[in-house]
């Protein structure tokens, strides 16, 4: 079992920054992807970013390429989310996810774990 808990959400005007933190205890070693979502009111939810834990590679949305970076720090198992010039549209509750055996990671179904999510708002 592997357990997550999000936290950095807040209000922030268009072109602000914000970092998210997703704790992870447990069996994090098991996962070899972390990955953060988003879902917007009245939307799907959507891949941001994600981390192969053991390859270190990265993926990003075309929305958020350039803007957010995605890092994970082993030694305390939290992985986080660097959010640049944000826009309102990046307005979502954002949740982070781990698999055991992802091979592609905008698929929510690949996902064993889950966070209860943090809520981010951009205003204009």
């Known amino acids: 079992q592997v357990q997550l808990v999000e936290s950095g959400g807040g209000s922030v005007q268009a072109g602000g920054s914000l970092t998210l933190s997703c704790a992870a205890s447990?069996?994090?070693?098991?996962?070899?992807?972390m990955t953060w979502f988003r879902q917007a009111p009245g939307k799907e939810r959507e891949g941001v970013a994600s981390?192969?834990?053991?390859?270190?590679?990265?993926y990003y949305a075309e929305s958020v390429k350039g803007r957010f970076t995605i890092s994970q720090n082993s030694a305390n198992n939290t992985l986080t989310l660097r959010m640049n010039s944000l826009k309102p549209e990046d307005t979502a509750t954002y949740y982070c996810?781990?698999?055991?055996?992802?091979?592609?990671?905008?698929?929510?179904?690949?996902?064993?774990?889950w966070g209860q999510g943090t809520q981010v708002t951009v205003s204009s």
């Open positions: 981390i192969y834990t053991r390859t270190t590679l990265t």
């Open positions: 996810a781990a698999g055991v055996s992802v091979w592609k990671w905008l698929a929510e179904g690949q996902y064993n774990y």
């Open positions: 447990g069996h994090t070693g098991s996962a070899n992807a």
